[in-house]
């Protein structure tokens, strides 16, 4: 598919259309060939109401939305959502973009800890390994971010939550080896 989608080149209105069809496979490519700077918050708002399975989430985010201006308030407003897939996308944004954007500030990320602290009683399977991963990600991103990502895990490893200790323990494993 990512062949096809260099040959297809960056194109907004075929990523559109593709989308429309809902199918499964159009939908990937449609994230792969759409033009970041052409994409709206309503656009966002409605593919993600779209997601029904967490590989489409995941490629969404990863080849598209994390590289829009609003990657970061999208990643903050979906974290909080009710739908799995959507609020798998807050974490899968804040984990695609501790990836893609080299650029982005500590304070950016440090911001999103509390987040993850927050949600990270949410035992559905998406979700927090979502969460897990966003944390993860961004302690890798550099030695300050490293500290504030082990440390959010002790903190989260304090809930008396299945999943948070899960989360917590599965972050610090990988943080600590490194």
């Not at 759409?34 to 969404?60: A, H, R, Y």
């Not at 991103?141 to 809930?159: F, H, S, V, Y």
């Amino acid at each position: 598919m990512r062949k096809l989608a260099k040959t297809i080149k960056k194109d907004h209105t075929l990523a559109l259309e593709l989308w429309d069809t809902g199918l499964h496979e159009a939908r990937m490519l449609a994230s792969m060939i759409d033009e970041p700077t052409m994409v709206t918050e309503k656009q966002i708002d409605n593919w993600t109401g779209d997601f029904t399975s967490w590989d489409l989430c995941d490629q969404v985010c990863g080849n598209l939305f994390d590289r829009t201006p609003f990657a970061i308030s999208k990643a903050i407003e979906f974290s909080a959502h009710d739908n799995e897939f959507v609020k798998r996308a807050g974490f899968v944004l804040m984990a695609e973009y501790a990836v893609h954007n080299k650029n982005a500030s500590n304070e950016t990320f440090i911001a999103l800890f509390p987040i993850m602290e927050r949600e990270a009683w949410d035992n559905r399977n998406f979700v927090k390994k979502a969460v897990n991963w966003a944390l993860r990600q961004i302690g890798k991103r550099n030695g300050i971010l490293k500290l504030e990502a082990i440390q959010t895990a002790q903190n989260i490893l304090k809930q008396n939550h299945k999943s948070a200790k899960w989360i917590a323990v599965n972050a610090l494993t990988e943080l600590a080896a490194k």
